[in-house]
């Protein structure tokens, strides 16, 4: 989707890792002015996402054309019935370790992976080398968008709180309500137990969608004037310097072996480590 806002860091040029870096350090200075962003056990981070098109918007898989005839519930059905036989024993079966698990394996879901990490976001903006477009990596304030979004809620939630009970049926109850996935529009950010060696690794955060398919069309996003405001911000990565971010960050070991500690992520990332450009 086509933005119509103006983000601050869109005009940004962003040639190397380096600077990179220092525009986030910029975006969290000016955000979290008047806070004691030094301290360790208070601090606020900041949640960054990578896509690989700057001019996509905020939209969860479930909510994008391919699946607007989908139905939900169905999905989170078979999923969990099939999935059991894969998953180990000791895994949280409850329904929020089963649609995170899912959102983090590719099935359509109304949840928006994020991260803690700066450097994984820009990586996950960077990996299709290929591509013409410019990439881009989101930067959010998590606890400022509860504030403004979600009533009495300062700061991401955790599953079964009140707050995201109305988020997420039981399986059960989904089955009786005509696919109605969730009776609250705009999306809350929640912190997901890092049930899956993946999530932790990738320090992954979640926004979970309500009836809103673009978060970025929320009221209050970078208001002017009165009136809360949250506050969303994006970096622009040019598709020329796509590869050489890429490999200052494999430098660094930002790379598909770390990010996915698996046989599979070993296996990509030999192939791009040996393959021929």
């Not at 932790?200 to 209050?220: H, I, T, W, Y």
Request: aromatic content about 12%; proline content about 6%.
């Amino acid at each position: 989707m086509e933005q119509r806002k103006v983000f601050p860091s869109e005009d940004i040029q962003i040639p190397s890792l380096e600077k990179y870096l220092r525009t986030v350090a910029i975006i969290r200075r000016n955000w979290k002015k008047g806070e004691a962003i030094d301290s360790r056990g208070d601090e606020k981070a900041l949640w960054y996402r990578g896509q690989a098109n700057s001019s996509w918007g905020l939209t969860p898989s479930r909510w994008r054309e391919a699946y607007a005839e989908a139905n939900e519930s169905e999905m989170r059905l078979e999923f969990e019935s099939v999935g059991r036989q894969l998953v180990p024993a000791d895994h949280q079966r409850d329904k929020w370790g089963w649609y995170f698990l899912m959102a983090h394996y590719g099935a359509p879901t109304r949840l928006l992976d994020w991260t803690v990490n700066p450097l994984v976001a820009l990586y996950f903006a960077v990996s299709s080398v290929n591509s013409n477009a410019d990439a881009a990596v989101w930067v959010i304030d998590p606890w400022n968008w509860n504030e403004v979004h979600i009533p009495h809620l300062w700061g991401p939630a955790l599953p079964d709180w009140k707050e995201t009970k109305p988020y997420l049926w039981n399986i059960e109850k989904a089955q009786d309500t005509d696919n109605k996935e969730a009776n609250r529009k705009w999306p809350i950010a929640i912190e997901p137990p890092h049930i899956d060696k993946r999530i932790s690794a990738q320090e992954g955060r979640f926004f979970l969608f309500g009836n809103a398919k673009d978060m970025v069309e929320a009221p209050g996003v970078n208001r002017k004037g009165r009136g809360k405001k949250a506050k969303l911000d994006k970096i622009i990565i040019p598709s020329a310097k796509a590869k050489t971010i890429r490999d200052e960050l494999h430098r660094i070991s930002i790379n598909e072996k770390t990010i996915f500690p698996d046989l599979s992520g070993l296996a990509k990332h030999i192939c791009w480590e040996w393959h021929k450009f």
